[in-house]
């Protein structure tokens, strides 16, 4: 097989990209920090917040403990208003969490992504917005990069991935 063909199969073909942890940095969010839940929803047992442990547009499989399906990405206004319709596990109270909660996830140990997989399977390693208009440019929110956990803002007419939270009745 020629050279240039090779290269041009390498680069064609989609790279799966695994999470990388390290041991030498001490871990953030340990699995004891959640409450797994047959229905799919997790509990920070830390915080109270309870959350989806799918992204918007997939659908918790409690047979194989998994999401499935494909996470859609969708701009501020859409994933507000998403939030509010939302009913998972029998409740409808979700909403698109705070910038605060949302790093609350962070596993600061870990990059690509920066979370616990165990906690929630499928996540990826992209931006997700939060509910947190930037003060100064209300045209902009916050969004939390998942690949490292870091914190930047985006135009509110952006479209990224979206992960819904509500208050625990614990």
Do not use: H
Not at 116 to 144: D, G, H, V
Not at 145 to 158: F, Q
Request: with cysteine.
């Amino acid at each position: 097989m020629s050279k240039n063909l090779m290269l041009v199969m390498m680069v064609a073909l989609p790279v799966q990209a695994a999470q990388v942890c390290f041991s030498n940095i001490e871990t953030t969010k340990a699995l004891t920090s959640f409450q797994l839940n047959a229905d799919g929803t997790v509990l920070d047992t830390t915080t109270k917040l309870l959350w989806s442990r799918c992204l918007v547009g997939q659908s918790w499989d409690r047979a194989s403990s998994r999401c499935t399906g494909t996470a859609q990405q969708m701009d501020w206004s859409e994933a507000l208003l998403e939030a509010e319709r939302s009913v998972l596990a029998g409740y409808g109270t979700w909403r698109l969490p705070n910038a605060k909660e949302v790093l609350t996830l962070v596993e600061r140990s870990c990059v690509d992504p920066a979370i616990n997989l165990t906690a929630f399977p499928s996540s990826n390693s992209e931006n997700m917005w939060t509910s947190t208009t930037m003060i100064t440019q209300p045209e902009r929110a916050w969004a939390i990069a998942m690949y490292n956990g870091k914190n930047n803002t985006k135009e509110k007419i952006t479209r990224l991935y979206v992960r819904l939270v509500r208050f625990s009745d614990e």
